[in-house]
């Protein structure tokens, strides 16, 4: 594992993938998660996320484990609204993106130094405009 870009006192956000990959206790992810407790970070992810994660074959138990060790930020009103305008911003609408500016517009609302862990780093580039860091898992 390379070392963090992430600073003490920032967030870690997970999107589906690094959800995903958390339950499944895949090294890189777990080195990661590792690392947030030691450089005490906040584990976030957005409530929008669960909706891609949970399918019949995951395994639940796993899940609501993960889940209990970060914090599941919700989708208000606020976040919703500052999900469409980042989705404008980019030149992107539709439900193709809606997830990933949800997830982005949590990670922008979170104390920063602000890490994403994500499959996909250039969506959340185009939608943050630089202003968290994306690592591709």
């Given at each position: 594992m390379t070392p963090s870009p992430a600073t003490?006192?920032?967030?870690?956000?997970?999107?589906?993938?690094?959800?995903?990959?958390?339950?499944?206790?895949?090294?890189?992810?777990?080195?990661?998660?590792a690392l947030a407790r030691t450089d005490d970070l906040r584990v976030i992810t957005s409530a929008a996320t669960l909706v891609e994660v949970i399918h019949p074959r995951i395994n639940r138990p796993a899940l609501e484990w993960t889940m209990?060790?970060?914090?599941?930020?919700?989708?208000?009103?606020?976040?919703?609204?500052?999900?469409?305008?980042?989705?404008?911003?980019?030149g992107r609408h539709?439900?193709?993106?809606?997830?990933?500016?949800?997830?982005?517009?949590?990670?922008?609302?979170?104390?920063?130094?602000?890490?994403?862990?994500?499959?996909?780093?250039?969506?959340?580039a185009a939608l943050c405009r630089g202003r968290v860091t994306a690592i591709k898992i």
């Open positions: 003490p006192g920032g967030t870690l956000v997970l999107d589906s993938e690094g959800l995903a990959k958390a339950v499944l206790r895949d090294r890189t992810v777990t080195g990661w998660l209990s060790r970060l914090v599941i930020e919700p989708v208000t009103e606020s976040i919703a609204r500052h999900a469409a305008a980042l989705l404008a911003d980019a539709g439900h193709k993106y809606a997830i990933d500016a949800m997830l982005s517009a949590t990670a922008l609302a979170a104390p920063g130094p602000v890490t994403v862990l994500t499959s996909d780093p250039e969506d959340l």
